[in-house]
């Protein structure tokens, strides 16, 4: 069964940045769309971004979209959501998942959209 494995969270400092990473088991990659959650301490999980099995399609989050960017060269079967200027409230535990559903499916946004999830990568924020 493919498995998703995010890389990439840590320790920083308001303001740094940090690139996350997102690698599935097996090279079935470009088959799916793909998109990052998180979910903070006593909160709910939360859309990011997501994008297309191409990658030509970006979606993101208003929230959060002049200093995250999702991206998948598929050259490298690696996702990334490339974090600038983080803040204390971007600390959460950070999920990658997969879907069969076109990018422009709005269940994309949602959790229930997505069939295959990763454990998760730790980003902190904090002074």
């Known amino acids: 069964q493919v498995q998703l494995v995010e890389s990439g969270g840590g320790f920083v400092q308001p303001g740094d940045a940090l690139r996350l990473s997102c690698v599935p088991s097996?090279?079935?990659?470009?088959?799916?769309?793909m998109g990052w959650f998180r979910r903070a301490p006593g909160k709910g999980r939360e859309y990011v971004p997501h994008?297309?099995?191409?990658?030509?399609?970006?979606y993101h989050e208003d929230s959060v979209k002049d200093r995250f960017t999702i991206s998948r060269p598929n050259a490298k079967n690696t996702m990334y959501l490339q974090m600038n200027t983080l803040k204390p409230e971007d600390t959460a535990v950070y999920y990658c998942?997969?879907?069969?559903?076109?990018?422009?499916?709005?269940?994309?946004?949602?959790?229930?959209?997505?069939?295959?999830w990763g454990q998760g990568t730790q980003v902190t924020v904090s002074p």
């Open positions: 998942a997969a879907s069969n559903l076109p990018a422009y499916s709005s269940n994309l946004r949602s959790g229930s959209g997505y069939y295959l």
């Open positions: 097996e090279r079935t990659f470009d088959a799916y769309s």
């Open positions: 994008i297309s099995r191409g990658g030509s399609a970006t």
